[in-house]
């Protein structure tokens, strides 16, 4: 098994940044893919980050060019960061880490079919 554990949500002003992180611990080495998605009530989970264990990435569309993701191996945990500027409204949500085996991949932000997840932590963009 891989737990998950996120921190840093918050609640923010427009424009502002704001600095996710997780660590994954367990079985790490059957980790092929670790990515961020966000959640708003009603809507299905958004893939936004997406990193692989040689440190290719990929971002969802609203991500490209605001947000950066970047992972580091040690002491066999992966220590995971999406770090957000320029943050909008439209940003706000549940942001959850998630990590996938099985030779994943990612594209757009995503990682295929994700294994394990975090319990979420909040973010809230005020305007």
């Known amino acids: 098994q891989v737990q998950l554990v996120e921190s840093g949500g918050g609640s923010v002003q427009a424009g502002d940044s704001l600095r996710l992180s997780c660590v994954a611990s367990g079985y790490v080495d059957r980790i092929d893919c670790l990515g961020w998605f966000r959640q708003v009530s009603g809507k299905e989970r958004e893939g936004i980050a997406a990193?692989?264990?040689?440190?290719?990435?990929?971002?969802s569309e609203s991500a490209e060019g605001r947000f950066t993701i970047s992972q580091e191996n040690a002491e066999n945990k992966y220590y995971l960061h999406l770090q957000m500027s320029h943050l909008k409204p439209e940003d706000t949500g549940i942001y959850y880490c998630?990590?996938?085996?099985?030779?994943?991949?990612?594209?757009?932000?995503?990682?295929?079919?994700?294994?394990?997840w975090g319990e979420g932590t909040t973010v809230t963009i005020s305007s």
């Open positions: 998630a990590a996938a085996g099985g030779g994943s991949w990612h594209t757009r932000g995503r990682c295929y079919d994700p294994d394990w």
């Open positions: 990193i692989d264990t040689d440190g290719l990435t990929s971002y």
